[in-house]
């Protein structure tokens, strides 16, 4: 990792800890698969923050991990977001798409991660699983009904992804799972990126999406049955998509986290969702998966 001249860089490479241990790079990536050492794994690579190895190191090989700021990143679900709002639990929030979201969680920049990341046989738990992070875990948070959200002259022509061909769409940001997920429903409908028309920037949330297409700037967006419900639009159900929470165990434990999921489990949550449409709430809770 570059750094300036005579000053230590906030993360150090496996060639270098081993180099300060005096042991070979085998060792090091030993130490890290037993979670023995302080480590990230950041898209595929291993890095070792400076600060923890030298505390690491100094105290006899016990861990210190930093605490994670109390903030709910990766992508945005409007239930999730107002029940936040509404339950005063105190969490920040930072709604930048599953995989932005999974690569500040790996970083330590955030305590929950929501996801909703397309996989060959389900959601998440290998996309997860991949990263090789430690002390987390991936519990339910909802199955949503996901759809083509449509103004109302789109809806006399459009019924299908095949359908969007020469239509404005709203597109979601790079890293977004919707935006991974769009790109598959066009291939398997046999159309290419470029068939359907961009629409100007990229949505950021479910809420940004759904606006595009109620002010009349684009034709059909993908998006959740909620927010069609609440922008009075047309919509097209595809699918049932599961949209999880991975949570850092210490953080899991924290006032912040427990009274979001307390509140959860209370009837004005679970009233709010049966007036938002498009939620099923029996995967709430559940453990999806669990770290090593």
């Not at 480590?39 to 030298?54: C, D, M, N, Q, V």
């Not at 991660?113 to 996309?127: F, Y």
């Not at 949330?205 to 922008?231: K, N, P, W």
């Amino acid at each position: 990792m570059a750094h300036t001249d005579g000053q230590q860089p906030d993360y150090l490479t496996t060639r270098e800890v081993a180099d300060l241990l005096r042991v070979k790079e085998r060792k090091v990536y030993d130490l890290a698969a037993a979670d023995e050492i302080p480590h990230r794994r950041i898209t595929g690579k291993l890095l070792f923050p400076a600060s923890e190895i030298r505390a690491w190191i100094e105290g006899s090989g016990s861990l210190v991990p930093e605490d994670r700021p109390a903030v709910v990143t990766g992508s945005h679900d409007p239930l999730l977001d107002w029940a936040i709002r509404d339950s005063a639990c105190g969490l920040a929030t930072l709604f930048n798409g599953s995989r932005d979201g999974l690569d500040c969680f790996a970083e330590n920049g955030a305590a929950l991660s929501g996801l909703h990341i397309p996989e060959d046989d389900g959601w998440n738990k290998k996309s997860v699983a991949g990263l090789g992070i430690s002390n987390c875990v991936l519990i339910g948070w909802a199955v949503r009904k996901r759809g083509l959200l449509l103004s109302d002259a789109a809806q006399e022509s459009v019924s299908s992804i095949a359908d969007l061909k020469g239509k404005r769409v709203v597109r979601r940001q790079p890293g977004a799972g919707a935006a991974a997920l769009f790109v598959k429903l066009l291939q398997d409908a046999g159309l290419d990126e470029t068939d359907p028309l961009p629409s100007g920037g990229y949505a950021h949330t479910e809420g940004e999406a759904a606006a595009s297409v109620a002010s009349g700037d684009a034709d059909a967006a993908l998006g959740v049955e909620a927010m069609a419900r609440q922008y009075k639009l047309g919509f097209v159900p595809l699918m049932d998509e599961t949209f999880d929470l991975l949570i850092d165990r210490k953080s899991y434990f924290t006032d912040p986290v427990q009274r979001l999921l307390s509140f959860a489990q209370t009837e004005q949550f679970q009233s709010k969702a049966e007036t938002m449409g498009g939620y099923d709430l029996s995967p709430l809770g559940r453990v999806r998966w669990l770290s090593p």
